[in-house]
């Protein structure tokens, strides 16, 4: 069992996550979209409307096929509760275990329950994350944003998996464009903002797209796009930092692997639709096992290398706000899994994921004896790597438009894990809690944050909307952030008491050393 259905099971008393109607059954004005009227819940002050389709469900003959249109609707439709999960297994973390095809929907979270139309609001689509492979929009409430930012979020599911991310020689010869589905999806329900967003006081001018993780990832593939030019206008990059992506001959490999696993011997395209959900779940390991390369270069939705396309110019510029937290590995530590502490040589091999003639090199400069047990120096051999690939990222990405760079450093921020051997500190999914109340994946436990925790995400809240609104996250009252410059090489430090600037990132992260070992040159 994956170490996250751990954490989810651990903390199972929770219950359906749907804030919304725990806390109110008050209605909303009703807001026209193109498939129809529809009416949300009023939840103190802030507009939710919950479950819109924005796509049609992807099943039959449309898995694995661009997204279509939705059936339009004649009779006013309750907005009032999420549209179902999109199919993917247990992952505790990020989502609850799903088998429903029929999942395009998104969500809108307004300032107002009575939305004015053309009110000219800056407009937030998020991603979550979940590795591309796990995760659901019910589980991100941005009533927070909204009301404290005066903004209009959107929440929305898009496919996963191989489900999501599929390449296979049969359905790419049908002449659609191929493999890429879940950024496919991202891509319609911007188009459906475009069409839509006016109604519920957005502005379609000035759409900023966010997300963490996977969804940091998503972030980066549609700033990579083509198929984005004009569907947004700044981006927030949290803990993405995936730059390399699956080749095509290598999605192809995969793609074929997974059919012959589900059974599919003659890898026809009639055999991979009529597999249900449950086989595709099954048998989708060949395919989520290269899950850290997803995207794949498919020449339509990403044409090219993620760095190429960085470093030569070749993307959506927009400004752009991005950062890692300060622990990212204690997450993915499998410690939870397994009840076993890591041994010094689980440590050698992790250094040999980044080649074996790098060993040597890692054990020295994170020497086993400087850390209080190895899980300490895993974490911290590891955020050497993502901090100096994430600086990669900041070279580029400064060149071509303004760009500010963050690190979350609050380690004393709520964790839904068990007690384990090494503190959690600043762990991968930390911040979310700090944007979104009661952030607790999908079968964790929720835990409210103390009075300086509460300070610091009304901090963050405000960095991001005033981002999303300027393109400049500076505002009155909060301390001064810099845009990102190569010769000062500097961050925003998110801690209490207060944040911080601090300059030479890449010194500190010994990024002299880490650049001759990660694989972009």
């Given at each position: 069992?994956?170490?996250?259905?751990?954490?989810?099971?651990?903390?199972?008393?929770?219950?359906?996550?749907?804030?919304?109607?725990?806390?109110?059954?008050?209605?909303?004005?009703?807001?026209?979209?193109?498939?129809?009227?529809?009416?949300?819940?009023?939840?103190?002050?802030?507009?939710?409307?919950?479950?819109?389709?924005?796509?049609?469900?992807?099943?039959?003959?449309?898995?694995?096929?661009?997204?279509?249109?939705?059936?339009?609707?004649?009779?006013?439709?309750?907005?009032?509760?999420?549209?179902?999960?999109?199919?993917?297994?247990?992952?505790?973390?990020?989502?609850?275990?799903?088998?429903?095809?029929?999942?395009?929907?998104?969500?809108?979270?307004?300032?107002?329950?009575?939305?004015?139309?053309?009110?000219?609001?800056?407009?937030?689509?998020?991603f979550y994350g979940g590795g591309l492979?796990?995760?659901?929009?019910?589980?991100?409430?941005?009533?927070?944003?909204?009301?404290?930012?005066?903004?209009?979020?959107?929440?929305?599911?898009?496919?996963?998996?191989?489900?999501?991310?599929?390449?296979?020689?049969?359905?790419?010869?049908?002449?659609?464009?191929?493999?890429?589905?879940?950024?496919?999806?991202?891509?319609?329900?911007?188009?459906?903002?475009?069409?839509?967003?006016?109604?519920?006081?957005?502005?379609?001018?000035?759409?900023?797209?966010?997300?963490?993780?996977?969804?940091?990832?998503?972030?980066?593939?549609?700033?990579?796009?083509?198929?984005?030019?004009?569907?947004?206008?700044?981006?927030?990059?949290?803990?993405?930092?995936?730059?390399?992506?699956?080749?095509?001959?290598?999605?192809?490999?995969?793609?074929?692997?997974?059919?012959?696993?589900?059974?599919?011997?003659?890898?026809?395209?009639?055999?991979?639709?009529?597999?249900?959900?449950?086989?595709?779940?099954?048998?989708?390991?060949?395919?989520?096992?290269?899950?850290?390369?997803?995207?794949?270069?498919?020449?339509?939705?990403?044409?090219?290398?993620?760095?190429?396309?960085?470093?030569?110019?070749?993307?959506?510029?927009v400004p752009i706000m991005t950062g890692?937290?300060?622990?990212?590995?204690?997450?993915?530590?499998?410690?939870?899994?397994?009840k076993k502490p890591l041994a010094a040589?689980?440590?050698?091999?992790?250094?040999?994921?980044?080649?074996?003639?790098?060993?040597?090199?890692?054990?020295?400069?994170?020497?086993?004896?400087?850390?209080?047990?190895?899980?300490?120096?895993?974490?911290?051999?590891?955020?050497?790597?993502?901090?100096?690939?994430?600086?990669?990222?900041?070279?580029?990405?400064?060149?071509?438009?303004?760009?500010?760079?963050?690190?979350?450093?609050?380690?004393?921020?709520?964790?839904?894990?068990?007690?384990?051997?090494?503190?959690?500190?600043?762990?991968?999914?930390?911040?979310?809690?700090?944007?979104?109340?009661?952030?607790?994946?999908?079968?964790?436990?929720?835990?409210?944050?103390?009075?300086?925790?509460?300070?610091?995400?009304?901090?963050?809240?405000?960095?991001?909307?005033?981002?999303?609104?300027?393109?400049?996250?500076?505002?009155?009252?909060?301390?001064?952030?810099?845009?990102?410059?190569?010769?000062?090489?500097?961050?925003?430090?998110?801690?209490?008491?207060?944040?911080?600037?601090?300059?030479?990132?890449?010194?500190?992260?010994?990024?002299?050393?880490?650049?001759?070992?990660?694989?972009?040159?």
């Amino acid at each position: 069992m994956n170490w996250r259905a751990t954490v989810g099971a651990l903390a199972l008393v929770a219950t359906l996550h749907c804030p919304a109607l725990a806390q109110s059954s008050d209605k909303t004005s009703v807001v026209h979209v193109s498939g129809g009227d529809i009416q949300g819940l009023a939840v103190n002050g802030v507009g939710q409307f919950l479950g819109i389709p924005y796509a049609a469900p992807p099943t039959g003959e449309l898995r694995w096929r661009p997204p279509q249109e939705p059936a339009p609707w004649k009779e006013m439709r309750e907005a009032t509760k999420f549209g179902g999960t999109c199919p993917q297994q247990q992952r505790g973390v990020f989502a609850a275990p799903s088998n429903t095809e029929d999942c395009l929907y998104l969500n809108v979270y307004t300032p107002e329950t009575k939305p004015q139309a053309n009110a000219k609001r800056p407009v937030m689509v998020w991603f979550y994350g979940g590795g591309l492979f796990s995760g659901e929009s019910n589980d991100y409430d941005g009533s927070k944003l909204a009301s404290r930012g005066g903004v209009i979020v959107v929440t929305l599911n898009y496919r996963v998996g191989a489900l999501g991310f599929l390449s296979h020689p049969a359905i790419n010869a049908e002449g659609h464009p191929f493999a890429n589905y879940g950024i496919m999806d991202q891509q319609f329900a911007l188009r459906w903002v475009q069409q839509n967003i006016a109604a519920f006081g957005g502005d379609a001018q000035n759409v900023t797209i966010f997300g963490q993780s996977g969804g940091g990832t998503a972030v980066m593939a549609n700033l990579q796009s083509p198929l984005s030019k004009g569907l947004f206008h700044k981006a927030i990059n949290q803990s993405g930092t995936r730059i390399a992506l699956t080749t095509p001959e290598m999605s192809l490999k995969l793609g074929q692997d997974f059919a012959t696993a589900a059974g599919c011997a003659d890898q026809s395209a009639a055999c991979l639709r009529a597999l249900s959900v449950d086989q595709v779940l099954k048998n989708q390991a060949p395919v989520v096992s290269r899950v850290s390369d997803f995207p794949a270069v498919d020449g339509t939705v990403i044409t090219e290398w993620a760095y190429t396309a960085y470093r030569d110019g070749n993307y959506n510029r927009v400004p752009i706000m991005t950062g890692l937290v300060q622990d990212e590995q204690a997450f993915f530590l499998p410690e939870a899994n397994t009840k076993k502490p890591l041994a010094a040589d689980d440590v050698k091999r992790y250094a040999s994921t980044f080649g074996a003639e790098h060993v040597d090199t890692l054990m020295a400069k994170y020497p086993l004896a400087s850390y209080p047990s190895p899980s300490l120096t895993e974490i911290a051999m590891a955020q050497g790597g993502k901090a100096c690939t994430a600086r990669i990222l900041n070279l580029q990405w400064s060149k071509y438009a303004p760009l500010y760079a963050y690190q979350f450093e609050d380690r004393t921020a709520p964790s839904y894990f068990p007690e384990l051997s090494y503190p959690m500190r600043a762990y991968h999914t930390a911040e979310l809690q700090y944007l979104f109340p009661l952030f607790r994946g999908g079968q964790g436990t929720s835990h409210p944050l103390n009075d300086g925790q509460q300070k610091l995400s009304d901090t963050m809240v405000d960095y991001w909307t005033t981002f999303a609104r300027t393109g400049n996250p500076n505002r009155d009252g909060a301390p001064n952030w810099l845009s990102y410059s190569v010769e000062k090489d500097n961050v925003l430090v998110l801690n209490q008491p207060a944040p911080k600037l601090a300059y030479n990132y890449g010194a500190a992260n010994d990024c002299a050393m880490w650049d001759k070992i990660l694989p972009f040159k």
